[in-house]
Every structure is written in structure tokens, then in C-alpha cells.
């Protein structure tokens, strides 16, 4: 079936530091790809997303970029800020022989930013 | 605005009691979706419905019923079968046109359930 792999947290860093965050993926299809990020106590917000290969996902200063080769969706941020502390999730849709789409989570990892 | 509220935002029961948590939607989604999230790991599917009077089980739906009456609403009852209840609940929505692949979930803020 589809699994999600994420690098293993937390992760912590200092303010204006370089950020990566390791994803890798198993799919039977040709899935979408996304990041969400939960800032405490809150739902999931969609941070970026990528749906063919080479494609390059970006918001608020992230990046990531669809490697078919690898298998990979690593998101990265050039500098960090203290309000990018959060839990952010790797995530696939492989609409495979499904109809809706399944929705497949990484495990989550934790970023603390300190000033 | 548009949006998926839950209600509470805290919840508590005691253990042997059921108890339902509320998401209603106003972004005239078809389909929506429970999830269950526990510390260090990621979100689970309990149960989805792609539209009104419909559902399906997700991965772990043993101990947990929903309903759709409504477009709008997608309640969740945890019944006192779930062995482990304590856990943040998430509701989330999205359209059911165009490719699956392409179908963006939206994000409820959550519920935290407490079973003492």
C-alpha cells in the first residue's frame, strides 16, 4: 500500500537558519503531493503542494520539489522564523483504484525555531 | 468566511459513556472525512462520505459511527466499543470534481477528546 516517511524529529534550530525536512514516498500510482503544517492546538493547513514530477511547490518562503527518481518531496526554507515553529506533515494522494482520492500522512515532524 | 468549525474544542468523558463530536462545513464541499490524530503519528482515516447519505469506513473504524443527513454537517460518535478514545479528532472537507488527485482537503481547528 501507499506509505509517507518522514525524517525523524524534532528538529530544532535557531532563527534564520536553513530548514530541510526529508520526505520519501511508496505509491502503486502516479500520486499528488503536499505538505501541511499544524501550528499548536490547531487543525491542518495545505502549506504547498505539487502534482507531476519536477513540479516545484512553494509558499511563504518553502519550497519543495516533486522527484519522481527518488521518490522524494523534501520541503526547505532558505531562513527560518520563530513563527515557523510547528508540525509539519508530508502527505499523498494516489487516486490509484480509488474514486476519492485517499489522503496517506507521514508521520509528522516537530520544528522549534529559537530566537 | 469559509470554513469547517468543530465543536468543542475540549471535550470530556468518562470512560463507558459515548460521546459525538460536531463538523459542519460552509464551503459547499460533497465530501468530508474524520481523522484521528495521537501524539507521533500521523492522521488516521476513521470514516469519509463523498455525499449526503453516504459513508464509507476509513483504516480504523471499529468503535466509531457517523452520519450524513446533511451537505453540511458530518458528525462523528465514539462509542464506548473504541478501547483508546483520547485523541485529537480532525474534520476536514473537499469537492469531489475534477481528478482525485487534484482534491485539495480543507482543515478543521480540531477536537481534543479526554476519556478518564
Known amino acids: 500500500g501507499d506509505s509517507v516517511t518522514q525524517m525523524e524529529g524534532p528538529v530544532t534550530l535557531s532563527e534564520e537558519a536553513f530548514l530541510t525536512i526529508n520526505c520519501t514516498y511508496t505509491?502503486?500510482?502516479?500520486?499528488?503531493l503536499f505538505w501541511y503544517v499544524q501550528y499548536p492546538g490547531e487543525g491542518l493547513q495545505l502549506l504547498l503542494k505539487?502534482?507531476?514530477?519536477?513540479d516545484k511547490g512553494s509558499n511563504k518562503g518553502f519550497e519543495a520539489t516533486y522527484r519522481k527518481e527518488t521518490t522524494s518531496f523534501h520541503l526547505e526554507k532558505g531562513s527560518v522564523q520563530v513563527s515557523d515553529s510547528a508540525v509539519y506533515f508530508c502527505?499523498?494522494?494516489?487516486?490509484?483504484?480509488?474514486?476519492?482520492?485517499?489522503?496517506?500522512f507521514g508521520q509528522g515532524t516537530i520544528l522549534t525555531v529559537h530566537p | 468566511d469559509g470554513g469547517i468549525t468543530q465543536s468543542p474544542k475540549y471535550l470530556f468523558r468518562k470512560e463507558g459513556q459515548n460521546v459525538t463530536l460536531s463538523c459542519e462545513q460552509n464551503?459547499?464541499?460533497?465530501?468530508m472525512y474524520w481523522y484521528r490524530q495521537d501524539p507521533g503519528q500521523g492522521l488516521r482515516l476513521i470514516y469519509y462520505?463523498?455525499?449526503?447519505?453516504?459513508?464509507q469506513k476509513g483504516d480504523i473504524a471499529e468503535g466509531y459511527s457517523v452520519s450524513r443527513e446533511k451537505k453540511e454537517s458530518f458528525p462523528l460518535t465514539v462509542t464506548s466499543a473504541q478501547k483508546n478514545p483520547t485523541a485529537f479528532y480532525l474534520c476536514?472537507?473537499?469537492?469531489?470534481?475534477?481528478?482525485?488527485?487534484?482534491?485539495?482537503?480543507?482543515f478543521g481547528p480540531g477536537t481534543r477528546l479526554t476519556v478518564t
Open positions: 476536514a472537507s473537499s469537492s469531489t470534481s475534477g481528478r482525485a488527485l487534484q482534491r485539495e482537503q480543507y
Open positions: 505509491a502503486t500510482g502516479y500520486p499528488s
Open positions: 505539487a502534482t507531476k514530477a519536477d
Open positions: 502527505a499523498l494522494i494516489d487516486a490509484g483504484g480509488t474514486s476519492y482520492g485517499k489522503l496517506t
Open positions: 464551503l459547499n464541499h460533497d465530501a
Open positions: 462520505s463523498q455525499i449526503v447519505n453516504d459513508f
